[in-house]
């Protein structure tokens, strides 16, 4: 059996064009019916066509461990560790906090993540992994800077359902 919940992600944003707009990510995130249920350590970023990461939105892990100890286990969200998160000093302001329970949540990602991103097509990544569970990576394409109010809609299986990028100019 399995629970659905949301998690939403919002973000003041402005493109390098000074036109302002707001990016919301809505997360449905399962509450899974196993014997060991842990909270999900998720990390979400924005790469570009080429493939490389332009903003990190968010990185969820378990910050309350004695001496950052929550750390070691950043490295199970294996593509954005690849990508982007070996090269970050944990905590990262704005960007990083703690898992959630299951429920329905808002984070605030970082004033101004993408206020210097040029107009074009990139992918909004979210990953999550789970101790004793599954990893999922689930991407989204984006259109940026939005011309209209737009929701792009993402998939996952287990660890991730729907994922959503709302993005209003």
Do not use: C
């Amino acid at each position: 059996m399995k629970l659905r919940y949301s998690i939403a992600l919002s973000l003041p944003l402005a493109s390098a064009s000074a036109m302002a707009a707001d990016l919301a990510l809505k997360l449905d995130v399962p509450q899974l019916n196993v014997a060991e249920y842990h909270r999900p350590y998720i990390a979400a970023w924005v790469e570009n066509a080429d493939q490389q990461v332009v903003a990190n939105l968010a990185v969820l892990y378990d910050t309350k461990k004695k001496d950052n100890a929550g750390t070691k286990w950043l490295k199970d969200m294996r593509t954005w560790w690849r990508k982007t998160g070996r090269e970050l000093t944990m905590p990262l302001d704005g960007v990083s906090g703690a898992t959630k329970a299951p429920g329905e949540f808002t984070l605030n990602a970082p004033k101004g993540a993408l206020d210097k991103l040029p107009a074009g097509q990139y992918t909004v990544m979210v990953e999550a992994a789970r101790e004793a569970g599954g990893r999922e990576v689930v991407k989204v394409p984006l259109q940026w800077p939005p011309k209209s109010a737009q929701n792009v809609n993402g998939q996952g299986k287990e660890e991730l359902g729907a994922v959503v990028v709302q993005v209003k100019p």
